[in-house]
Structure formats: structure tokens, C-alpha cells
């Protein structure tokens, strides 16, 4: 078990369903972080939260929409997905974003699969 | 453009071999590079190296930075069955916000 805690594990939706992620992490962290992983390939930055204000977001299309509650939490907000968008979604957090001392730690994801 | 680039991409060994997998990279503002370890969920973190020349060490794995050469290694001694999974290497790069970029990883299965 990590420490940085996602539910669902597994989700299953129609394109035209909203559902939401979640993260959580009680290391104290101040910069969370969510990833898309495709099936044999590598993790790619969707956003990043530092100190709960969103500082990065890589050209994520506007049906993934990620809200920051505390700095605890992080969810990421789902409407009107693709099929291609089905993937593993992986949360991870640092102590800060950028210090080049502090390694990321990730969830176990939550496979999402669109119907 | 930013890369990190594993090498190889996958590799099967015996138990007890001793494996050396390798990463490039080419990132502007380089400030640290990451070694995990994949099974099937999460990425668990291993390594991070900042310097060059300091080995890092962790049971029978150990790493290494050349920052000059741009390069890293990660070397498993005496291999279990246990350390099958896909092993990525990640560059901390840019401005003041923690990115990382992933190389594609090594797929490492240890066979009986």
C-alpha cells in the first residue's frame, strides 16, 4: 500500500457520465500531481497543484477538470470522455514541486475504462 | 525537445544475474533524475540523484549519476523473481514546478 491513497480503483463510464477521481495524502505534502498512463508506455504530467493553486496544466483537453480542496485532496473531474481516453490515472505528491530534493510518490491509480 | 531515453527496453535474465540498466537524457534545467519500480500499480520510488559520481545504494540495487555524460544507471545484483517489473527513469526538470519526464522504461523479467 502507498501513501498516497485513489479512489476508485476501477471505474467504468459512458462518454456522456460525470464522475470524479480522488486523491488523498497525509504526508503533509504541498505539490500533488496527476498523470495519465497508457497501457506499455511511460506516466505524462497532466496538471500540477502547488500550495493548491494549479501551476501547470499540459494542454489537458477541458473534459478533465482537476480541483484542489485542501492540501490533502485532489480530485479530477470527469464529463463527456472518449474512448481514448481510458488509461490508468495515477496521483502523486511531493513535498514541494520544483526543489529538486523531493521525489515524487505515487498512488496505486484508478483504471478508468470509457465505454 | 526534452528526452530521456531507457535502454534496453526489455530484458529477461536468470535468477541471480546481475543486470545494468541504463538512461539518457536531454532536459534543459536538469535538476534531478529518478529510478522506479512498476509492477502493476503504482510507480514505487527507489532512487533520486542530483550529483554526479555518488552512488546511491539500497539492498542490491545501486545507482549512479554522470552528469557530465548525461547518463545513469541502475544495477540489480543477484536478481530475484521478485524484481520482474518495468523499471523508469524520470528527469526533474524546468522553471520552479516539479515536472518530470519519463523515459519509456525497461522491462525486466527474472525467470526461475
Known amino acids: 500500500d502507498t501513501e498516497v491513497t485513489q479512489t476508485p480503483k476501477h471505474l467504468v463510464m459512458g462518454m456522456t457520465n460525470k464522475k470524479s477521481l480522488k486523491c488523498e495524502q497525509h504526508?503533509?505534502?504541498?505539490?500533488m500531481y496527476w498523470y495519465k498512463q497508457k497501457a506499455k508506455k511511460p506516466p505524462e504530467l497532466m496538471f500540477v497543484?502547488?500550495?493548491?493553486?494549479?501551476?501547470i496544466n499540459e494542454s489537458v483537453p477541458s473534459r478533465f477538470s482537476p480541483e484542489c480542496p485542501n492540501s490533502s485532496l485532489l480530485n479530477l473531474h470527469l464529463h463527456a470522455l472518449q474512448p481514448e481516453d481510458s488509461a490508468l490515472y495515477l496521483c502523486?505528491?511531493?513535498?514541494?514541486?520544483?526543489?529538486?530534493?523531493?521525489?515524487?510518490?505515487f498512488g496505486d491509480g484508478t483504471r478508468l475504462s470509457i465505454l | 525537445e526534452d528526452k530521456v531515453v531507457q535502454s534496453p527496453l526489455s530484458l529477461v535474465v536468470h535468477e541471480g544475474d546481475t543486470v545494468t540498466l541504463n538512461c539518457s537524457y536531454e532536459?534543459?534545467?536538469?535538476?534531478?533524475l529518478l529510478w522506479y519500480k512498476q509492477e502493476k500499480k503504482a510507480p514505487t520510488f527507489l532512487f533520486m540523484l542530483?550529483?554526479?559520481?555518488i552512488e546511491k545504494k539500497s539492498g542490491r540495487l545501486s545507482s549512479i549519476l554522470d552528469k557530465k555524460e548525461l547518463f545513469s544507471i541502475l544495477n540489480i545484483t543477484a536478481t530475484q523473481t521478485g524484481d520482474s517489473a518495468v523499471y523508469l527513469c524520470?528527469?526533474?526538470?524546468?522553471?520552479?514546478?516539479?515536472?518530470?519526464?519519463f523515459g519509456k522504461g525497461t522491462k525486466l523479467s527474472v525467470k526461475p
Open positions: 542530483t550529483s554526479s559520481g
Open positions: 504526508m503533509g505534502h504541498r505539490a
Open positions: 532536459v534543459t534545467n536538469f535538476r534531478s
Open positions: 497543484y502547488s500550495y493548491e493553486k494549479l501551476s
Open positions: 524520470a528527469a526533474n526538470y524546468g522553471g520552479s514546478q516539479g515536472n518530470l519526464i
Open positions: 502523486a505528491s511531493s513535498q514541494e514541486a520544483g526543489a529538486v530534493f523531493w521525489p515524487q510518490h
